[in-house]
């Protein structure tokens, strides 16, 4: 398996509600990576788990919080989003010494916050 | 921190010619520069990489070619053809840098059948 899978695909919320954006990959990868990517913009790191611990926080709003449950897990939990926002959410996992390998990123969730 | 410049940010060919991107670096001891390509509405996906003890590498009809003095990298695509039209990123980052990528603005290649 040479896949990181991500679900939902798409997702629209209320800015009062709760959701978790999940992701999965088997590749035995220990880095996992969030990133946000906005419309024509590069992708901007979020956070970092190395070894299941998160290692960088990108000073992200708390109204992100991610977890990582296992080595092959990573969620992001939000809540009280703003439209601002909306955009696409990637994951990407890789080897710890990520110079070696390079990224695998996840075909991402389609956020719409209204 | 790391600085990552990308040019151009447009780039239309005509099938069959060659197209070249270019990124500039600021960190001179960043080590390892992937490039990534996104076609409309899905991931970016890692198509080379190179690292700093190379200055060539080649895959096909894709090349990437490093100039660490110049502290600049770029992405050579030969006989263009119309899937290659997407988005490129380029990146770099260095050991110690925890994983982070510093990503490129992007540019956007359109290949003209």
Known sequence: DTEVTQTPKHLVMGMTNKKSLKCEQHMGHRAMYWYKQKAKKPPELMFVYSYE???????????????????????????????????????????????SYGYTFGSGTRLTVV | GENVEQHPSTLSVQEGDSAVIKCTYSDSASNYFPWYKQELGKRPQLIIDIRSNVGEKKDQRIAVTLNKTAKHFSLHITETQPEDSAVYFCAATRRGAGNKLTFGGGTRVLVKP
């Open chain 1, 53 to 99: 611990k998160l290692s960088i926080n990108e000073s992200v709003p708390s109204r992100f919080s991610p977890e990582c449950p296992n080595s092959s897990l990573l969620n992001l939990h939000l809540h009280a989003l703003q439209p601002e926002d909306s955009a696409l959410y990637l994951c990407a996992s890789s080897q710890p010494t990520m110079t």
